[in-house]
C-alpha cells in the first residue's frame, strides 16, 4: 500500500496512521501490507460481510485479477481462475478496460 492508502484505511479505522500500521499491517520487504488471519484471509475480511472496506481498498484490491503477473500469458490467466474462483465470471471487460486497471499497480 502506499501513503494515500493507509492514511485513508487509518482514518476510516479511526485511528492514527502509527496504530494502524502496528495493528492492521506487516511490512514486505520495502513495502506494507495488510495483515492476513492464520487460515490466508485478509484482516478485513469477514464470512458473510465481506470486505469491510471495500470502498478505502487498496489498488491491489481494486485491480484484481488484472494484474501483469495474471494476465502477461493465457497460462497465467488459467492459473489466476484457478486460483480466484471471482475470476473469469461476470461482466466481460474490454481490453482497453483491462490494460488500463494493468497499468495502476505494477504486480
Ligand atoms: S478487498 Fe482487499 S482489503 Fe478488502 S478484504 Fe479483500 S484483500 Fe482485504
Not at 475480511?45 to 484490491?61: A, F, I, L, M, T
Request: net charge neutral.
Amino acid at each position: 500500500m502506499n501513503e494515500v492508502e493507509i492514511e485513508g484505511l487509518a482514518r476510516r479505522a479511526e485511528m492514527p496512521v502509527d496504530e494502524f500500521l502496528k495493528i492492521y499491517t506487516k511490512r514486505v520487504g520495502k513495502r506494507v501490507s495488510l495483515r492476513e488471519r492464520e487460515n490466508g484471509d485478509c484482516v478485513f475480511w469477514h464470512k458473510n460481510v465481506g470486505c469491510s472496506v471495500y470502498e478505502d481498498r487498496p489498488r491491489q484490491c481494486r485491480t484484481w485479477p488484472f494484474w501483469n503477473s495474471n494476465i502477461e500469458t493465457p497460462e497465467d490467466w488459467e492459473r489466476t481462475k484457478k486460483s480466484c474462483p471471482g475470476s473469469g465470471v461476470g461482466r466481460v471487460y474490454t481490453v482497453d478496460e483491462i490494460l488500463a486497471q494493468s497499468k495502476i499497480i505494477d504486480i
